[in-house]
Every structure is written in C-alpha cells, then in structure tokens.
C-alpha cells in the first residue's frame, strides 16, 4: 500500500488514510460509476417532460398527440431545462455528499420520485389550477411544474428536520415494514408501467388496463423492445454503461429511420425555465393556498425519499464495508447532504435527489471515500453544456430502460412473502396495486396505510397502533376528501 503522506491535499480532504484506499482506484471507481448512471440524463427529461405533455393535454383538452405536434418548441425548451437542471442537480448534490459526508455515494433525481413528480403531482395541479381563478391568468402547465417542485422543496425540508436527532427513528418505526416493502414494490411496477407507456405499449395515465394496439404498427415499440434486449443481454455479461449503450443504439436506428430529429446547435446556453425562481411569489401564495393538497403531498414524497435514502445508504454502506458497531459511518451527514440537495433540486428545476443504487458500481471497483463521489460530481457538471445533444433522445429509447429499472425494486418480493398476517400483507398489497394502477404514489401510499389502520382496529389489535401512523392516516384521508371535493365540483 502507498504512503498515504505522499497524498498531500487529497488526502486531507478526502481523508484517504482512513478508508485506506489509493486516489487512481478512487478515480477510476467515480468514472465507473457514472457511466453506470448516466443514463439519468436522458430518462430523467424524458420522464419530468412526459408529464408535463400529460399535463398540457389536461388543461387543453387535446389529445397528447396533439400537444407534442402544436408545441414542439415549447416541449423543447422544457425538456432542455429538465436536462440541464438534472445534470447540475446530480452534480452538486454528488459534490456535497463527497466533501461534507466523504462517502462514495452518487445522486440525481430519483427513479420513483421522478415519476410521482411527473404523473402524480404536476397533474393533481393542472386539474386543481384548470378549475380555479388563476386559470385566465397563469400558464397552468408550467406553473404545475413550479407547485410540484415547490412539494419538492418542503420534502427536503422536512428530510432535514427528520434527520437531526432522533426524530428519524421515529419516523421509521411509525410505517408498518410490510408497507415500506410494499411501497418500493409498488413504486418499481409503476416505473416498468412508464417505461411501458413511453414506448407506446399503453396509454398514458391510463396504467396497466389498456393496450395501444396501434402501437404494434409503430417501429418504436419494436425499438423499445430492442433496449431491453440489448441492456438485459449486456447486464448479464457484467458490460458497464450497459443502459447507455442500449439508449444509443435505440437512438441511433432512430435517426436512421427518421424518427428523431438531429438538433442544428450542439451547444446552446442553460435552459432554467422549469426553476421554481421563475415566479417565486406567485407560486408560494398559490401554493399556500392549496396548502390542503399540497403539503400530503410533499409528504408522502418525503416518505418514498426518506425510506429510500437510508434503506440505499445502508445496503451501499455494507457493500463498501462503512459500518462500524452496526452504525453506517457519518449516516447522520450522508442524510443531511441527501436532504439538502432536494432543497436545491427544484431550484435547479428538478424532482428530489436521492442516492443512486448503481454507487455499488464503483464501490465494486474499489471507491470508500469521498474522492470516488468527487469525480462523479465533476463529471455530471461537465455534462451541462452537452445539454442539447441529450434531447436527441426519444422516449423510446429510455422506456426499455425503465421497464428494468423497476426491476429492481421488486427483490423485496422476497421480504414481503415471508409475512404470513393478512393485517399486514393485505395493506402492503393494496399499496402494490394502487400505485401502478392509479397512476398515483401518493394514492397508493394512502391507500394502503388507511387500510392498515382499519383493518387493525376491526381485528382489535389496539396495542399494535401506534399514535404516529393514525395522524398519517388521517392527512392521507384528508388529501383524498380534499382531491374528491376539488375533482368533483
């Protein structure tokens, strides 16, 4: 082993000798990990932009079709934005964790939260705001994103608060394991049922119910299609970037066939249209003023993002040998630097960040410090000005990615058959179907945690309640009297 003194600088701040470990191995770690999750820079776009399409064909009444052929330009520039604000989300946020925690741990936008940002949240205030008196005089569509990503915010506000102390334990004891499995479960079929959609298989919005049998006439679900086949097959034989080169083999037969439209400027200034800093003001008093809706759902965001962060950060921590005395080493400032950069992300104009499962990549390849994250931040801010180059890609290609990525979160299968009460398998399955099919996080979350406290309260398991999931069952019955009231007058 080198000597670690001859590590200078690096070594004091990214304090090497402690995880004993060299800065070429380190390096290489972060290079191999953000090949392995670069892939975020066109799905998460293509994802936040496809709700955003969605929530134009609310407010307009136009078939979603139609929305992508009447706007192309205004689609553009949000897609742009998403992308840039990703890349700079991911950057700083990886740049935090590296020097503040010192831990080999990337982020970005979430797979999972994105999604609830796009087809939950940025949908629930196109329909609240279509009917309201802001409708003549706001853009609803953009300031949906703006209330979105202000939910964002406040979920990072509160991921700050509930990691200080011991109010953390707290909230990890109140949700029933079975629902947290069934939660992770739910969120992973309902990324696979987008990425369904984002090929053409179904429709949008309309969950696992209804085939788009057109679609079979269309080469892009044939492509689609040809992404899981080529990822899976390179995944198998252990490729890394395998998700990328399936994405650029998608796109590349895409433009072949002229279903992708090439971009005449390579390099074009940051794009920050989707920034919450756009309409500051007005987005906060509406935002207050629909405080009833918005804050269940900043907190059933906060939920997904709270128990993903220390599940990820645990289960990455043992895989890089970082606990010590059963304790992950500097948790306490690996949540912090996760809760802070989802307080930056929405604006930077992007859903919550969270710690990426695919940091296993390069703690397989060696990385233990912070300097492992380092580079992966560098490398995702030196990705910003590439920003138009990342809008060639079509949904199509991303969507075979995300029908594996869901994959992932369904190894807690196993954990969850292993529970033989229906008190708490029926609530946990429950969760599992409603998310998917309702197109919903949040509803699925609410249903299966009201159906929890039901159903122990008829089976007389009194003692098995605690006070803390009945006040989460509550807010949750009082987002859906809310959203009833609102949908239904």
Do not use: C
Not at 89 to 103: D, E
């Amino acid at each position: 082993m080198e000597d670690h003194k001859n590590f200078g600088l690096l070594d004091k701040i990214f304090n090497l000798s402690f995880y004993n470990t060299r800065p070429r191995t380190e390096i290489m770690a972060g290079i191999t990990t953000f090949l392995a999750m670069a892939y975020i820079l066109f799905v998460n776009p293509s994802i936040l932009t496809s709700g955003f399409v969605y929530s134009m064909s609310l407010a307009t009444g136009m078939p979603i079709s139609d929305i992508s052929n009447n706007y192309p330009t205004l689609i553009e520039q949000v897609k742009l934005s998403f992308t840039v604000a990703t890349a700079l989300a991911a950057g700083v946020a990886t740049l935090i964790m590296s020097l503040y925690a010192r831990l080999p741990f990337a982020l970005a936008p979430g797979m999972g939260e994105n999604a609830f940002i796009a087809f939950t949240v940025i949908p629930t205030f196109t329909k609240i705001l279509a009917k309201s008196s802001w409708s003549s005089s706001i853009n609803i569509p953009m300031f949906s994103i703006y209330l979105a990503l202000i939910s964002v915010l406040f979920n990072g506000i509160l991921f700050m608060i509930f990691s200080i102390g011991k109010i953390r334990e707290l909230i990890i004891n109140s949700v029933p394991e079975s629902i947290k499995f069934g939660i992770a479960i739910g969120i992973g079929l309902f990324i696979s049922t987008i990425g369904l959609s984002n090929i053409g298989l179904i429709a949008p919005g309309n969950g696992l119910v209804t085939i788009n049998w057109n679609s079979f006439l269309s080469l892009p679900l044939y492509i689609g299609f040809l992404t899981i086949l080529i990822a899976t097959v390179l995944n198998k034989y252990k490729i890394s970037g395998s998700y990328l080169i399936a994405i650029f083999v998608a796109t590349g037969i895409g433009i072949t066939f002229k279903l992708v439209s090439v971009p005449s400027n390579i390099l074009l200034p940051p794009a920050f249209s989707t920034s919450i800093l756009n309409n500051l003001p007005m987005s906060f008093y509406i935002y207050f003023t629909l405080f009833g809706i918005g804050f269940p759902i900043a907190f059933s965001l906060f939920l997904v993002d709270f128990f993903d962060g220390v599940g990820t950060i645990t289960g990455l921590a043992s895989k890089a040998g970082l606990i010590k005395n059963g304790k992950v080493i500097n948790i306490n400032k690996a949540l912090i630097s996760d809760s802070l950069a989802s307080i930056l992300a929405p604006f930077f104009g992007t859903s919550t960040t969270v710690v990426y499962i695919e940091s296993a990549a390069g703690i397989e390849s060696g990385g233990k410090s912070g300097l492992t994250s380092f580079i992966i931040g560098i490398l995702f801010l030196i990705s910003i000005p590439l920003a138009p180059l990342f809008l060639i890609v079509p949904s199509f290609a991303t969507g075979g990615i995300l029908v594996i990525v869901g994959l992932s979160f369904l190894t807690l299968f196993r954990n969850l058959i292993q529970i033989i009460d229906p008190l708490e398998t029926i609530p946990a399955y429950l969760t599992i179907l409603g998310i998917p099919l309702t197109f919903s996080i949040t509803a699925g979350i609410g249903i299966g945690i009201i159906t929890y406290v039901l159903l122990k309260l008829f089976a007389g398991k009194f003692s098995e309640i605690n006070l803390r999931i009945i006040l989460i069952a509550l807010l949750f019955a009082l987002y859906f009297a809310l959203t009833t009231f609102l949908e239904t007058h």
